[in-house]
């Protein structure tokens, strides 16, 4: 008996066979290479409207982030000149782009102008999402981790909230980020949907 998918014309609903396993394999390791070797221009992709996002809201501007091999650098221009500038470690933030890669390959044809084209919107979004949870860990590092001058600047709300959203993201949101774009963009398969009705 055929599934409702087939039966009213839409697609087989997605079935985690040999050939999936494969197709998914195959697109977590494309997505690693992509990501391994374009991680540092992405790195960059994602500081520089960070940064524009964090001085927008500063009076006056005074955030600058760099990207050195693994890493953005926070500079502040009312640091100490002597002082260390803080490192805050670029891979955990953006690595979620293998899932995303590896969730796209799933689908039966998982090259298709379709599944490619939804790929990239779900890629788009999840850049913003990176912009947004560097703001969110910057803004964490500002209000929890630099002492007496954290809680000059930072109220207790604001402390809780910037940490807690980044925390979240940490522990969560960068796992559940890729899951919830496939679902929303390329789950174009479905999932069984049981007998069909009568």
Partial sequence: MAGRGAADGGAPPLRLDGGAVLRLGLGFGAGLF?????????????????????????????TRLSVSPGEFRVDRADFPPDSPRPGLPAGGLHFNFVILTALFALGRDPLSSRNVGRFCVAAAALWAIHVLALVFQIEALYATRLGLWSEAHYGAFARN?????????????????????????????GWPQGPPRA
């Fill in 161 to 189: 909230f910037w940490a807690a959203g980044f925390h979240f993201y940490e522990i969560a949101g960068r796992f559940a980020a890729p899951f919830a774009l496939w679902w929303g963009l390329g789950r174009t398969d």
């Fill in 34 to 62: 992509v990501w391994f070797a374009f991680s540092t221009p992405y790195a960059h992709a994602i500081a520089a409207p960070a940064e524009r996002l964090l001085r927008a809201f500063e009076s006056p501007a005074v």
